[in-house]
């Protein structure tokens, strides 16, 4: 069973460009979770999306959007791209959004903002 | 902060011996999570425990909860070189937020 992918491997952008980052889920799961690991900061939740919608979002400026599609994989778009984006982007998804939901991540997309 | 916390930061052990990290956090959880990290790359899942169970197991990991003291141990048994890694707890809120809440992780090495 193929896990959670995740394209492009590395991304390099410079500042006020935008950036769209892909995630396909496993295969049944239907909810796909986003979160920036950047140096100093750790993990940080970014968003939620389940059976296509928005379910909850972390603290992060409205320039970090996404979205889900029918076939449950996820797009991550950052707009107006600030140097202190530069960090590993990484996507999880589980089976479904009730009771004890383990994360399962993929490989992560490195985005550097020059 | 509802982030969780993890102790030691550091931990540097010879192959066999075992490698013991903790987590504490702030607030009710459905869940507790490890993970592990290679490289800066993806996490690797490594065990759930829910917040109604105290101890659970899988090959050389042992994991127990806490809910009256908000902390979380993992050991690792019998340390091989491959467990050389970042091992990271994450917390499932009560609430049904969805979000996990990643502590800042322990950098684990393990020499031959």
């Known amino acids: 069973e193929a896990g959670v992918t995740q394209s492009p491997t590395h991304l390099i952008k410079t500042r006020g460009q935008q950036a769209t980052l892909r995630c396909s889920p496993i295969?049944?799961?239907?909810?796909v979770y986003w979160y920036q690991q950047a140096l100093g900061l750790g993990l940080q939740f970014l968003l939620w999306?389940?059976?296509?919608?928005?379910?909850n979002r972390g603290n992060f400026p409205p320039r970090f959007s996404g979205r889900q599609f029918p076939n449950y994989s996820s797009e991550l778009n950052v707009n107006a791209l600030e140097l202190e984006d530069s960090a590993l982007y990484l996507c999880?998804?589980?089976?479904?959004?009730?009771?004890?939901?383990?994360?399962?991540f993929g490989p992560g997309t490195r985005l550097t903002v020059l | 902060s509802q982030q969780g916390e993890e102790d030691p930061q550091a931990l540097s052990i010879q192959e066999g011996e075992n490698a013991t990290m903790n987590c504490s956090y702030k607030?009710?959880?459905?869940?507790l999570q490890w993970y592990r990290q290679n490289s800066g790359r993806g996490l690797v899942h490594l065990i759930l425990?829910?917040?109604?169970?105290r101890e659970k197991h899988s090959g050389r990991l042992r994991v127990t909860l806490d809910t009256s003291k908000k902390s979380s141990s993992l050991l690792i048994t019998a340390s091989r070189a491959a467990d050389t890694a970042s091992y990271f707890c994450?917390?499932?809120?009560?609430?049904?937020?969805?979000?996990?809440?990643f502590g800042a992780g322990t950098r684990l090495a393990v020499h031959p």
């Open positions: 999880a998804s589980s089976l479904g959004s009730a009771g004890a939901r383990e994360q399962f």
């Open positions: 295969s049944g799961h239907t909810s």
């Open positions: 999306y389940d059976e296509g919608e928005e379910r």
């Open positions: 607030t009710s959880i459905n869940n």
């Open positions: 425990i829910r917040s109604n169970e």
């Open positions: 994450a917390t499932d809120f009560s609430g049904g937020y969805n979000k996990l809440i």
